[in-house]
């Protein structure tokens, strides 16, 4: 069964202008699948995958010959795997420049290639969207399609009991991710087999061959580090001592590890240079499963010391797409995001009344925004905190916030 990815209606937008569309993502991720689905609902397509060796090969070595047989003849062009093409940006540039009235759609499972040799070539014809493993409301869907589209028509003021209702999923996502392999997997041991699978997919075929890094223990010990560590600033010298590297080696795994699509590290924010940290960032994991799977963790939210943590990669997850910020000052106040105009969002767990930190109020009293939220288990609802208008929400209705 094919279910609606939020990325499918976002492209639907763009399938009548001119530039090209690019989605990167991690592997099995289902790219192919939404290229394809794509593909179904276009005039006179043609899908090709770079893991043919052939077909990569003519495109590579004989571009005219290229163009003849899987451009010309066609409307929509759909290239999958296009990150296994040598300098693939330089003649894709050439193939826009002199074709007329085609759509290209190129999708890639690795930054690292795509995003230096090729978007380089391509700015002002390109436009380029990611997508990750099924974010919760994806997840929902697949589980309850029912209770998914009453959650799509709610605002931000929800009953709890239909809260309950949809957090009756909400564990199992928080254990295992959403990765689509994974959500068609019926027992525990299978979902296991499949995220140990995954990693190993990353660390020998992403990692290891694109980005040339012959240390498999090295990465994997740096990895589990940073697994026990997420929503905690990275201390450089400590985690390049801690797998015996320098520092300036760790900073390029990290850098690999972002453009895999494994992590992603969130800076902070600050405009008083003298009152608030200005360190490193925070690092978080795009999909909880495969983080759980790294430090072999599968077991209930309830039962773990690294509860708090999982809300608070689950929060960056549901908000991948914004622009987050961490909060840190010399004198200990701590605000877990930051949003756009300086809206501070706080994950908590279990709250038995409508409180804000000293931290929050902190924040409240510097930055004078004028909305907070306050994400958590246990109350719903709103109030007045100085000027700004609190909202105590559901940690699922992260991505709904406006």
Not at 7 to 31: D, H, N, S
Not at 216 to 243: D, P, W
């Amino acid at each position: 069964m094919y279910y609606k990815r939020t990325l499918e209606e976002k492209i639907e937008r763009y399938l009548e202008t001119p530039e090209m569309i690019a989605i990167f993502g991690p592997r099995q991720v289902g790219k192919t699948t939404l290229l394809k689905r794509i593909a179904s609902k276009v005039a006179n397509p043609t899908f090709l995958s770079f893991e043919d060796i052939e077909t990569k090969v003519l495109f590579e070595e004989d571009i005219e010959s290229f163009i003849a047989l899987h451009i010309d003849p066609y409307d929509h062009i759909f290239i999958d795997e296009f990150q296994y093409a040598k300098d693939g940006g330089k003649s894709l540039k050439y193939i826009y420049d002199i074709s007329e009235n085609k759509k290209i759609f190129i999708s890639g499972s690795s930054a690292m290639e795509l995003s230096i040799q090729a978007i380089r070539h391509l700015a002002g014809r390109i436009f380029v969207f990611h997508l990750y493993s099924f974010s919760f409301t994806e997840y929902l869907q697949t589980k309850d399609e029912n209770l998914h589209r009453l959650f799509l028509q709610t605002g931000l003021d929800l009953s709890s009991a239909l809260a309950d209702r949809i957090y009756r999923y909400f564990d199992e996502y928080l254990i295992y991710g959403g990765y689509p392999r994974v959500l068609l997997s019926d027992t525990h041991e299978e979902k296991v087999e499949v995220l140990k699978n995954l990693l190993s997919v990353y660390l020998l075929r992403d990692i290891k061959e694109i980005a040339r890094i012959p240390d498999e223990t090295r990465m994997y010990k740096l990895l589990k580090a940073l697994s026990l560590q997420i929503g905690n600033i990275v201390v450089y010298n400590e985690l390049a001592n801690l797998i015996g590297v320098q520092s300036s080696k760790l900073k390029e795994y990290l850098s690999i590890f972002e453009k895999a699509f494994l992590i992603r590290p969130v800076t902070p924010f600050f405009t008083n240079k003298r009152l608030e940290i200005v360190k490193n960032p925070e690092i978080f994991f795009l999909d909880l499963g495969l983080r759980n799977v790294i430090i072999n963790n599968f077991s209930s939210p309830q039962d773990r010391v690294d509860s708090g943590a999982l809300l608070e990669n689950f929060v960056l997850r549901e908000l991948i797409e914004r622009d987050l910020k961490y909060y840190r000052t010399k004198n200990g106040a701590e605000v877990d995001f930051i949003l756009e105009e300086a809206i501070p969002v706080e994950v908590k767990s279990h709250l038995a009344s409508m409180k804000v930190s000293r931290s929050y109020h902190y924040f409240l009293d510097h930055y004078y925004p004028p909305r907070g939220y306050v994400l958590n288990y246990d109350q719903i609802g709103s109030k007045r905190v100085q000027n700004a208008e609190v909202r105590f929400l559901p940690h699922f209705m992260a991505i709904k916030i406006p």
